[in-house]
């Protein structure tokens, strides 16, 4: 895409979405994503909420994180670190595994072009999901904030019109009708607990839509070291008897070892528990109990353990449910924290995509 064809005006406009969903280069594209989302996030500031985030800021976060995998810049590493071999395709010192993998294989240039396939092919799944979920709520969040925006005061007419238009599309489903209507109810509604509730399950149920669409492309990049390139086909003949079984260790290890989020106030390791806020509480004050109809039957369905930050680590990231256990307490914990509204990149990068 060249840099002449880009819109004007903010990153959250209609026009600025289709630029980016059209952008054929990835890294490029994940950048410009991450600031949409972005400026999705401070427009919901504006015009809804001034002090609960919505889904966006915890996508900007995720979004960057993914550019890692995309660019190259976090798979190598681990993932060598896990194969036992250094950056030359040398063996590095003996993991714990090692005497499962013949020494030969190490040292065979196969296994650093097998790691560099491996690598590739994350990326392509990573980018893949990080397009394809985009592509679906950027249209949302522009034409629900663009309605706000010019709307003097809440008209719940046109609202009910942008939400059937939504629902024409099979692909959005109830539970982002349902998302958007709460964020609507926001605008008229005083009671900052309730306020604050409805956000959070709007959060949630965008959440649930992004974690069904992302689960192929997560599915891919977490067990490509298993599946792709010679090597792969190698492990699978070797231990065909009870391949099924290494491949959910794998996916443990990698969850423990590769799915991290890096945000303004720390890197979270998805396979732990969400940490306590800042002051030691684990919600902010209005939710640290929940009211709401429209929010407690997402707690009892998705939360393992509910009002509780314990037990919401994610054992397997491949896992739906493990991933929304951990989703609902990350996004309840954290549905406050200022620092989320932070610029996500420098200035060098804000070029790039600019």
Known sequence: ???????????????????????????????QITRSYH????????????????????????????????RNEQVPEALLELLGIDAD???APKPWYWFL?????????????YARVTVDDTSKHIADGNLLVYT?????????????????????????AFLDQAAIDPTTGEGLVKAFSYYYRVLSEKDPKVRAELIYAANVLIGQHEQIRLQEAIEGALTAPLHEGV???????????????????????ATRMLMTMDTPNGVLRLGDDVPPLPNGKQYPEVLETLTLPEVIPLIEQLDYTPDALKGSAAADWT????????????????QQDASLFAEPFSPEHTELSS
């Not at 679906?136 to 009910?160: T, Y």
């Not at 896992?319 to 954290?334: G, K």
């Open 101 to 113: 993998i013949p020494k030969w294989l190490l040292q065979s240039p196969w296994v650093l072009g």
């Open 319 to 334: 896992s739906l449910n493990d991933r929304l256990n951990y989703i609902l307490d990350l996004f309840r914990s954290r």
């Open 1 to 31: 895409m060249e840099r002449s064809s880009n819109p004007s005006g903010p990153l959250s406009s209609p026009e600025w979405v289709e630029a980016i969903i059209s952008n054929p280069n990835p890294v490029e594209r994940n950048l």
């Open 231 to 253: 090597i792969g086909w190698i492990i699978q003949l070797l231990f065909s008897s009870f391949f099924g079984r290494l491949e959910q260790t794998w996916k443990k290890i």
């Open 136 to 160: 679906k709520l950027a249209h949302l969040f522009a034409g629900f904030l663009e309605l706000v925006r010019n709307q003097s005061s809440p008209d719940p007419v046109q609202m009910q």
């Open 89 to 91: 395709g040398k063996p």
């Open 39 to 70: 400026q999705f996030t401070l427009d919901f500031r504006e015009l809804v909420d001034r002090d609960n985030v919505c889904w966006c800021a915890f996508a900007t976060w995720a979004s960057r994180q993914a550019g890692h995998f995309i």
